[in-house]
């Protein structure tokens, strides 16, 4: 699997967009970028992912750089139940579970 | 909305003691894991099972086991508890292929005294 650099803190206003940057430069053609995140005490959220095309949802948008070795994820009007532990995973859609690694991740703090 | 339920959010138990830890998923879904989360470690996979009845070692089985009976249920079982299984357990689960969409419980602290 890929490795990923994250910042590993961010802040944000509340209400603002908040833009987490991820680096995978040694990404492969079949790796998808995913996004997790978790909130202090509580299991990993699944959030979005995304290959080579920009993806939205209605947590998040994904947009990944036409060479995929970086990506960002967007969180378009950030509130403060939105301050979590992000991580970015870069990895094969039908990987084994075995080494789903989460990294240390960015730490959002959305701020009032 | 998918949900992955853990039976209990804290539990205390006594070193050598039999634990057990459950999880439930009402997605149908095919694959279910059992994580463990220690600060500076990450997430360590422990067991995950794709069907009923099967299962496969993680990175850090020893100490524990599982049992899938039933699709929607995945249990861990910690056989005599030790202070150093004292961590956060998390259950997920997912489709099959899926992998890494997967969905997790909101996670069991386990203290081991």
């Known amino acids: 699997d890929a490795k990923t650099t994250q910042p590993p803190s961010m802040d944000c206003a509340e209400g603002r967009a908040a833009n987490l940057p991820c680096n995978h430069s040694t990404i492969s053609g079949n790796e998808y970028v995913y996004w997790y995140r978790q909130i202090h005490s509580q299991g990993p959220q699944y959030i979005i992912h995304?290959?080579?095309n920009n993806e939205t949802n209605e947590m998040a948008s994904l947009i990944i750089t036409e060479d995929r070795k970086s990506s960002t994820l967007i969180l378009p009007h950030a509130t403060l139940r939105d301050t979590a532990v992000y991580y970015c995973?870069?990895?094969?859609?039908?990987?084994?579970?075995?080494?789903?690694?989460f990294g240390s991740g960015t730490q959002l703090t959305v701020l009032p | 909305d998918v949900k992955v339920t853990q039976s209990s959010r804290y539990l205390v138990k006594r070193t050598g003691e039999k634990v057990f830890l459950e999880c439930v998923q009402d997605m149908d879904h095919e694959n279910m894991f059992w994580y463990r989360q220690d600060p500076g470690l990450g997430l360590r996979l422990i067991y995950f099972?794709?069907?009923?009845?099967?299962?496969e070692k993680g990175d850090i089985p020893e100490g524990y086991s599982v049992s899938r009976e039933k699709k929607e249920r995945f249990s861990l079982i910690l056989e005599s508890a030790s202070t150093n299984q004292t961590s956060m357990y998390l259950c997920a689960s997912s489709l099959s292929g899926r992998v890494t969409e997967a969905f997790f419980g909101q996670g069991t602290r386990l203290t081991v005294v």
């Open positions: 995973i870069v990895r094969v859609a039908s990987g084994s579970a075995r080494q789903l690694t």
């Open positions: 995304g290959l080579k």
């Open positions: 099972s794709y069907d009923v009845k099967m299962k």
